[in-house]
């Protein structure tokens, strides 16, 4: 009787260590994600509408300001709504958990993304 108790209280242990990890993990990819929308002025469907001072233009690349961050863009475009950015114009991708640009050499530019952990 001892045994099946001690066993039902682990197994009960186990899964409420998953579900917490679980729900942390999903706090902190909803939070990082959160904060990477919250570097434009809106969102909609696919357009990242920006801020305004954060494109800068060289004679080679166009990019955006997140922080102290210079991000490459491939293109800018404007509609009746503001200058925005598509998700796919970002030059090295975005990462697959946190949404944030990649860097030159496939990593994610966010220092808080679960990638890095």
Same mark, same amino acid.
């Given at each position: 009787?001892?045994g099946k108790?001690?066993?039902?209280?682990?197994?009960?242990c186990?899964?409420?260590?998953c579900?917490?990890?679980?729900?942390?993990?999903?706090c *902190?990819?909803?939070? *990082?994600?959160?904060t990477f929308?919250?570097?434009?002025?809106?969102?909609s469907?696919?357009?990242?509408?920006v801020?305004?001072g954060?494109?800068?233009v *060289?004679?080679?690349e166009?990019?955006?300001?997140f922080?102290?961050?210079?991000?490459p863009?491939?293109?800018?475009?404007?509609d009746?709504y503001?200058?925005f950015?598509?998700?796919?114009?970002?030059?090295?991708?975005q990462?697959?958990?946190?949404?944030?640009?990649?860097t030159?050499?496939g990593?994610?530019?966010n220092?808080?993304c679960?990638?890095k952990?």
């Amino acid at each position: 009787m001892i045994g099946k108790f001690f066993n039902f209280f682990m197994l009960m242990c186990v899964c409420l260590t998953c579900f917490c990890a679980h729900t942390s993990f999903a706090c *902190s990819n909803d939070c *990082s994600i959160n904060t990477f929308e919250n570097q434009f002025e809106t969102v909609s469907d696919d357009k990242y509408y920006v801020k305004s001072g954060t494109v800068f233009v *060289s004679s080679q690349e166009i990019f955006l300001c997140f922080g102290e961050q210079l991000i490459p863009v491939t293109f800018v475009e404007c509609d009746e709504y503001g200058v925005f950015v598509r998700r796919n114009a970002f030059k090295w991708g975005q990462c697959s958990i946190c949404h944030w640009p990649l860097t030159p050499w496939g990593t994610c530019s966010n220092s808080a993304c679960p990638t890095k952990g």
